[in-house]
């Protein structure tokens, strides 16, 4: 039976949660701040995009699939989000948005969910759906995007990293050597994905070293 979950990227964000996210934190000096600026620029491109695009969120609902350490809940929150909830495989990295949300006094408007978003996806629709750097750990996209827009009332908002890039070999072998499997995408594999959920009308952008997928309804 061909695995549905990636175990090795469950492990790896478990344990590794507080280095990714660094990379939203203007107060690193240094080599790490060199390298966020840089090689992981992307994180940060696709994150301002969001957020540029989305503008105030008043009366709108958000999921955060593969939430992470919960940087795009915690923005939708301070652009007035009315329910906010995130979703993600990783205990430690719940551990760590949870102490952030609390830090920033902002925990009783968080709900997180821990496990696989196709077993524990919330039982309601949401306005605005967030997959960043989501789809690079998955096996089976199609039946994940087949289910986010089932769950969608308005914006899917995912990213999927570019298979012919710089970057791409250099951090295949880094999370390899990490046992985290991870995969890359060409427009053709994301045409063809797309195809196979059977959405017609999306945006399909360029930055750096991802494609962000846009899809509304």
Not at 166 to 178: A, D, E, G, H, Y
Not at 189 to 195: A, Q, Y
């Given at each position: 039976m061909k695995e549905k979950r990636n175990p090795g990227a469950i492990e790896y964000f478990h344990r590794r949660i507080k280095d990714f996210d660094d990379i939203y934190r203007d107060d690193k000096r240094g080599l790490l701040s060199f390298l966020n600026k840089t090689i992981r620029a992307s994180v940060r491109m696709r994150f301002d995009l969001a957020f540029e695009i989305l503008g105030d969120l008043k009366g709108k609902s958000v999921l955060d699939i593969g939430c992470g350490s919960g940087r795009y809940m915690f923005r939708a929150a301070q652009n007035n989000a009315d329910y906010i909830a995130g979703i993600d495989a990783a205990p430690g990295a719940l551990d760590e948005a949870r102490k952030i949300a609390a830090d920033l006094g902002i925990e009783k408007r968080m709900k997180f969910v821990e496990g696989d978003f196709l077993e524990r996806v919330p039982d309601r629709k949401f306005d605005v759906?967030?997959?960043?750097?989501?789809?690079?750990y998955i096996f089976n996209p199609v039946d994940h995007l087949k289910r986010m827009v089932e769950v969608s009332d308005g914006l899917i908002y995912a990213s999927f990293p570019k298979r012919w890039n710089?970057?791409?070999?250099?951090?295949?072998?880094?999370?390899?050597?990490?046992g985290c499997p991870v995969r890359f995408y060409s427009k053709?594999?994301?045409?063809?994905?797309?195809?196979?959920v059977g959405i017609e009308k999306f945006e399909l952008k360029s930055i750096f070293r991802d494609y962000i997928l846009m899809v509304r309804k």
């Open positions: 759906i967030f997959a960043v750097g989501y789809f690079d710089p970057l791409t070999v250099t951090r295949k072998i880094r999370l390899r050597l990490n053709r594999d994301i045409h063809k994905i797309l195809r196979e």
